[in-house]
DNA sequence: AACCGCTGGTTACACTTTGATACAAATCTT
DNA sequence: AAGATTTGTATCAAAGTGTAACCAGCGGTT
């Protein structure tokens, strides 16, 4: 009799292969999850129609609809964590770049412990952001120490003082809040930071503006920038960056 | 044995006279109410910083720091409804001029049922406030300590003292109070700022008025600005606000 | 290693937006 | 009608932003 059993994971494992069906009902379940099993896209739409799910489990090939089609119509609806399991000889890297939006990929043949692992991890990852929460809607970021407040629009250094920004350093920041370890040029920069007042930003006032960024970040007395720059790509974020509403 | 013992309003008297205390005591714990009594301003913080109560009867005339005194400062700082109970012979009207913000006013001597009567109206109205409430129909404001009433169209500040407003500066603070965490840029508040009489303001007269409304708040020694810029942009009111009827 | 082109960091400067004050016109009080 | 208060306009100071210029490294080539 393990322990919380009431709030017990929800899987759905959509998957047309009988042996893994059974693999995986008798395996996650003696580990703690409820499990349900369906062997296509009308059976799994259906079955979360129905019920409410944690996490899904999703076969690339599948009767019907495939895998990464179902993928693409569940993320443009829900944020529902979805893990994707390949079949033998795909190439896992070539799927993940067909911008599923699934969460992780596992591919077949593969080690059940392997498997929930990636749930796990999978589970703690979308728990730390605030159920269907829009990067937008966050209200405040932490990392480092630091926080930033998106409606004041202030910025708390990690001794609780408050730095004052100016508009383009606080969209720019947040900008990198949004997208943390990932690397973003100066175009999509550009783009997201462009506000009314910013006509056709040129050149390299991007440029300028990390720098004025991290004389902020700096004046505080925090050396190590947080900013990083990829020659030739652009700049990253370089910190875990927490979410809250 | 009545129902929803478990969830019982805790009531807090505050008044010298032991005659009501035992009065009260008996009476509203006859009626269903966790009743605690106590005697001065200096033991009614004492019982509100140790337990939660969710209505406070508040004596005007105490020894020590009157009524009138601790109920500002109570409302400077929390919602916590208040009936105030004024002695016989003086003008309820007049007490409700002093502006201290009490939900209501009985005067003495009063009839038990009456004052439980007025109990259940303030609780009903505190409690039905957050939903169903327009900002139309929003008696007071408070934000921060602060609060402005929208019928008198007076501001007080987290001490009490009433910071007199022009019409301007009222009108402009409703709609800051009325549209908070949100972002409006000048023309917009041109338009909900115009009043009848006004009518082709121009050019900067906004800035001016947001000036004179932050000096109005800066006057009384509360230095960080509640209204804040959006170069290019607007302005912001970021605080929390709560509403109350 | 010396050279050289290129990318990015920083500073300076011009221009725009905003803050605050002074003053005048308008409105309200008494 | 006189005086006080409020409100809009003008003006100057301060802050924000983009562009340009100058430098410092990095990487690659010879």
């Not at 059974?22 to 003696?30: I, N």
């Not at 569940?74 to 399991?85: E, Y």
């Not at 030739?232 to 974020?237: P, Q, V």
Request: net charge negative.
């Amino acid at each position: 009799m393990t322990t919380r059993m009431a709030t017990a994971d929800q899987i759905l494992v959509v998957d047309d292969d009988t042996e893994i069906q059974a693999l995986l009902q008798e395996y996650l379940a003696r580990q703690g999850y409820r499990v349900t099993t369906v062997a296509d896209g009308r059976a799994m739409e259906q079955a979360l129609a129905d019920a409410h799910y944690d996490l899904v489990v999703l076969d690339l090939m599948l009767p019907g609809e495939d895998g990464i089609s179902l993928c693409r119509r569940l993320r443009a609806r829900s944020t529902l964590p979805v893990i994707m399991l390949t079949a033998r000889g795909e190439d896992t890297d070539r799927i993940a770049g067909l911008e599923t939006g699934a969460d992780d990929y596992l591919p077949k043949p593969f080690n059940p412990r392997e498997l929930l692992a990636r749930i796990k991890s999978v589970l703690r990852r979308a728990r730390s952001l605030p159920e269907n929460l829009q990067p937008d809607d966050v209200r405040r970021f932490r990392f480092g120490g630091w926080q930033l407040d998106t409606v004041t629009r202030q910025l708390l250094s990690p001794e609780g003082v408050v730095v004052p920004l100016s508009g383009a350093e606080y969209r720019l920041l947040r900008i990198f809040l949004q997208h943390p370890n990932a690397v973003l040029n100066r175009d999509q920069l550009m783009e997201m930071l462009r506000g009314r007042e910013n006509n056709l930003p040129f050149d390299r006032s991007m440029d300028v503006q990390v720098s004025r960024l991290r004389q902020r970040l700096r004046d505080e007395g925090h050396e190590p920038t947080i900013v990083k720059t990829v020659r030739g790509e652009g700049y990253i974020f370089a910190l875990p960056v927490e979410l809250e509403n």
